[in-house]
Each structure stands twice: as C-alpha cells, then as structure tokens.
C-alpha cells in the first residue's frame, strides 16, 4: 500500500509516520528528511538546498523527484510507502504518478491532516529531537517520560531545526497554500483523499489512519 501524508507545516505528518511505519510496515519517505541529512553530508544537494530551506521557501521538482525515486529503487516493491512532505507542488504530483507508474506501483490513499493555523506554529516553535535517533517531542504536547533522556534510545542530546522559528514557519505556511493545498482536487478526483482532524491527540489521529488503512 502506498499513501500521501499531505498538511501544512506541523500538522503531525512525520509523527504519524512514525507510526505508521511501527504499526504497518511501512517505509517513511520524507522529503525534508532525505534534504536535512544532505545538507548534514554537505552533498551538492545539500548546498543547493540550504539557503532554500532556511528561508522556509520550496526545493526544486527536479531535486525532490529524483529522491523519491532513488529511494522507491532502493527498498524494492515489497514494501509500502508513507510519503511524507511530497508531493508539494502539482508538478511533483505529475511526477509521482510517473515514478509509481515506473515502479509498478499507484497510490491508495492521499490522507489530507486538518489542522487550524494557530496550532501549527505552536507545534512547530515547541518542537524538538532526539539529536542520536531522531524520536520527535514538543515541549507541552509530547515530553519525553524521564525529563531529558529520550524514551526511544536513552540519549540526552537533543536538538532543534534552524527553520523552526515563527518568521520561517509563516513563510512555509504560505508556501502550503500557495502551492500545496491546490493539488487536492488533483487526488479528489480520483476519490483517494480522506481528511482527518489533526487537532485531535497524537493517538486518535493514529486511530483514525489506521481505520483507513484497515
Ligand atoms: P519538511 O521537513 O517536510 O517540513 P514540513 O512540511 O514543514 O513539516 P514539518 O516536519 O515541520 O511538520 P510535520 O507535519 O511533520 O509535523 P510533526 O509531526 O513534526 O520540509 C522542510 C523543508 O524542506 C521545506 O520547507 C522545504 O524547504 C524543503 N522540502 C521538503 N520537502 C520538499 C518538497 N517535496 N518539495 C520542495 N521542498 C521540500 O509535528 C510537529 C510538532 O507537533 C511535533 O512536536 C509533534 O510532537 C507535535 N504534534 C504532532 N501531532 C500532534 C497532535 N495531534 N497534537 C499535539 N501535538 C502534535
């Protein structure tokens, strides 16, 4: 099974993810993380897509198509894919179609996470990792259970993504509205979009996934 995790900044895209890879099986491919961990690699990517990214502005089609399939070659056709944070803009959803179509593959669902807009830059001005495995927390929302070790692997390290503060946040909301949200219908058409109350828990917002998923 493969699906589109779609919603603005912060609306809990790479948590449920998580999840869902832990519940499913799934593979994670994240769009944001592939460039996060080229730009660590300081990769002719990388350097291309910092700046872009500090400003909270979009990387190219080309860029992010060629990762997505890079990736759908290297973990095979066994596995189900989560996208998370792509497609983005309606040239990247033309371009999925064709890398589906390459792979032998399509689209089940297009999960669309509603959130309100103030919520989002809450979530994201309080959001923090595990800097060694990467587990996602926010300082209200999701805290880790003993205070500064992370429940995952026991680091005390954690860390925060230099484009989460509130002026680079506003930027990539306008950035989803622009160009993101209007590819909806593209996948509306075709009757594979379900939304799904984003403000509810962590846990009901799983809930709700996997009822679609089963
Ligand atoms: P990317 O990494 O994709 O960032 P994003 O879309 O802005 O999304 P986030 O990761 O910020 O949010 P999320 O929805 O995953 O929320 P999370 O689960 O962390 O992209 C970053 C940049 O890379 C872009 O700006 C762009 O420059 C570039 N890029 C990436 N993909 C691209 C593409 N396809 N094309 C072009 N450029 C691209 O949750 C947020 C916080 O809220 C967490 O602390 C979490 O614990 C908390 N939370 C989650 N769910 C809930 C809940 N239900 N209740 C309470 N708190 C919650």
Redesign the pocket.
Known sequence: MDIILL???????????NRLVEHHGMRQL????M??AAVKAQTPVGVQ?KE??DR??????EI?SALIDAELTAMGPQVGAIF??????EA?AIALDEILARHGRSLDHVIE?EVNEDALVD??T???TCANCGE???ER??RPRVEGVCDKCGSTEFKR?P??NEATVRT?MQ??RAKTAPILPYYETRGIVTKVD?????ED?THSIDAILT
């Open positions: 919603g603005p900044p912060g609306a809990g895209k790479g948590t449920q993810a994240s769009t944001g993380d460039l996060r897509a872009v990214m909270g502005e979009l990387v190219s089609d992010v998370d944070g792509y497609p983005r803009t990247q996470l979530r994201i309080g959001r923090y996602g927390y926010h929302y999701k993504r484009d989460d990539r950035e989803y984003g403000m509810a828990s962590i917002v």
